[in-house]
């Protein structure tokens, strides 16, 4: 199971961390990616971090604002959020991907958490 946590009401300009916690299997063994959906949108992915190398990967809309890490003694993944803005409102999920890669079906779905961004 994955559970995801850290959403929030914030400004524009503003900060948040989400949190991915594994209960049952090891992050080392899967590449995590974040997601998000907002309202009357579909769920994209935002970032993933690989297995084996950690390399990460951003779309564009959040370059240079959000970063993903690992914790391997945690058994967490976290997506720091910066300057945030309206657009960035959405529920976002963490998934985890056991070919490691980022580039194949998730496996692991966690329940999303709510971020809103508004004044």
């Known amino acids: 199971q994955l559970q995801a946590s850290g959403g929030g009401l914030v400004q524009p300009g503003g900060s948040l961390r989400l949190s991915c916690v594994a209960s049952g299997f090891r992050f080392d063994d899967y590449a995590v990616g974040w997601f998000r959906q907002a309202p009357g949108k579909e769920r994209v992915g935002v970032s993933c971090?690989?297995?084996?190398?950690?390399?990460?990967q951003y779309i564009d809309a959040v370059k240079g604002r959000f970063t993903i890490s690992r914790d391997i003694a945690k058994n967490m993944v976290y997506l720091q959020m910066k300057d945030l803005k309206p657009e960035d409102t959405a529920v976002y999920y963490c998934?985890?991907?056991?070919?490691?890669?980022?580039?194949?079906?998730?496996?692991?779905w966690g329940q999303g958490t709510q971020v809103t961004v508004s004044s």
């Open positions: 971090i690989t297995k084996r190398d950690f390399r990460t």
């Open positions: 998934a985890a991907e056991s070919l490691g890669t980022c580039r194949s079906a998730y496996d692991y």
